[in-house]
């Protein structure tokens, strides 16, 4: 079986094959294309793989490619995580929100929109070739903003498109270990959009365990969610949030500490992967160690300005690992073998959300086997979700609307109903910023 990554040249790609090298049953990954347009990068990433792989019998064969069509061409899954405008435009979309006073968090905000306005006429191109190329294949789309992303490629690959996410998964499995259940066997009530959801409920045993949770405050502070958001607010709200709606519940404090921080988390990446993508061309050095160190540096800093306004402290040991590649490969052997299993996943409502259309992308729970991932019915949003999830979305649909049509004034209105971006005129003076720095958005007029 083909797996075809875009992006192949990123820095998580590891993550991905050291997951493939454990899984060694029938109908696995046997061929891994590897498509990048930076081909440092790619030589960087295949060396990194290879010494995963160097003492595994049965690795799956590593090829690299800077031809799309080439690393498309036959393939039966292909996983897409492309950065269109590189680590530098995440440092440039952060930079120039912040100068107006408002977040630039690469999926949040003013940030996410100009992201998105970069990256969907990419994504558009790609599901095209992908339906002329490889019409049977399983696109899984990790490509931020990854709901927005997944909703515009499924325009051209319908349900063949499916989107993940690693902050869902690591946010049951918190809540699961916190109460003493298995996260294997807890099923998780998380329903919203990417990087905008909530946990409503921990089953195990058919048993809803969150009210017992909610309902002690020394258990709820004692994970990191509780000490990012308070025990209090939790308790307000009835359900445990997504690390992302810090952003939302607390921008003013965050913004500030964006602010007041001497690198941006964009910047502190763009440099710190110059570094690793450097030595790890570098003959003499050990490309796998040089990875791994970076790996646990950038893990151990993730949203280290949100913990730090809010008190919550340092990440734990266990949610340094990742997992957004864990996701990836059940997908994959749901679907290839028919191996029936739930996956929070970002598809296309149906009529899983009334206050939705049934082509707008969520993220809920959904059964996965050979015929793709199937949202489960959802019990509906509370008031405080539905306002929240109806506007943003708004503003997507406004995004890609833009990017269809080339419209300034409709980028405008994209940043300017946001609920993080507080005046039309600051709205425009981010249009404005943003089509000064990158040349992706030169096509607005």
Request: aromatic share 6%; with cysteine.
């Amino acid at each position: 079986m083909k797996l075809t990554i875009l992006g192949g040249g990123g820095f998580r790609v590891p993550l991905v094959y050291g997951a493939l090298l454990g899984d060694h049953a029938e109908g696995r990954v046997t061929e891994v294309v590897l498509h990048d347009l930076d081909d440092r990068r790619l030589r960087a990433v295949t060396r990194v793989l290879a010494e995963q792989g160097a003492d595994v019998p049965d690795a799956p064969l590593v090829h690299a490619t800077t031809d799309l069509d080439e690393a498309l061409r036959g393939a039966d899954f292909v996983f897409s995580a492309i950065r269109v405008g590189g680590l530098e435009g995440r440092a440039d979309d952060e930079r120039v929100a912040l100068a107006e006073g408002v977040l630039g968090q690469e999926t949040v905000g003013a940030g996410g929109i100009a992201y998105g306005l970069r990256t969907v006429p990419v994504a558009v191109d790609i599901a095209r070739r992908v339906a002329r190329l490889a019409p049977d294949a399983w696109v899984i789309n990790f490509t931020n903003p990854a709901g927005l992303v997944t909703e515009v490629m499924s325009r051209h690959l319908g349900d063949r498109v499916i989107g993940i996410c690693d902050s869902p998964v690591g946010l049951g499995r918190r809540i699961a270990r916190v109460l003493g259940a298995d996260p294997n066997e807890a099923f998780v009530d998380y329903v919203g959009l990417n990087h905008l959801g909530w946990v409503r409920g921990l089953r195990v045993a058919g048993r809803d365990q969150l009210p017992r949770l909610l309902a002690d405050p020394a258990l709820l502070g004692s994970f990191e969610e509780g000490r990012l958001f308070g025990t209090d607010w939790l308790r307000s709200l009835g359900a445990i949030p997504n690390e992302y709606l810090h952003y939302y519940y607390f921008n003013r404090e965050t913004v500030r500490a964006y602010q007041e921080s001497e690198q941006t988390r964009g910047a502190f990446l763009r440099d710190q992967q110059a570094r690793f993508y450097a030595e790890a061309v570098d003959p003499g050095v050990r490309a796998l160690d040089a990875w791994n160190r970076t790996r646990a540096e950038r893990e151990a800093t993730y949203m280290a300005e949100n913990r730090e306004s809010a008190g919550a402290g340092e990440r734990e040991a266990d949610d340094l690992s990742g997992g957004y590649e864990k996701v990836a490969l059940a997908l994959m052997r749901a679907i290839a073998r028919d191996e029936r299993t739930t996956l929070i996943l970002n598809v296309r409502n149906a009529s899983t959300l009334s206050v939705l259309d049934t082509d707008a992308v969520i993220e809920v729970p959904c059964l996965v086997d050979a015929g793709g991932a199937h949202p489960l019915a959802a019990r509906p949003l509370p008031g405080h979700a539905t306002g929240l999830v109806c506007s943003v979305k708004a503003v997507e649909r406004e995004v890609l609307a833009a990017a269809e049509s080339g419209s300034r004034t409709t980028a405008v209105k994209a940043f300017a109903l946001h609920p993080l971006v507080d005046s039309v005129n600051v709205a425009r003076r981010l249009v404005e910023g943003y089509t000064g720095v990158h040349p992706g958005l030169r096509y607005l007029k």
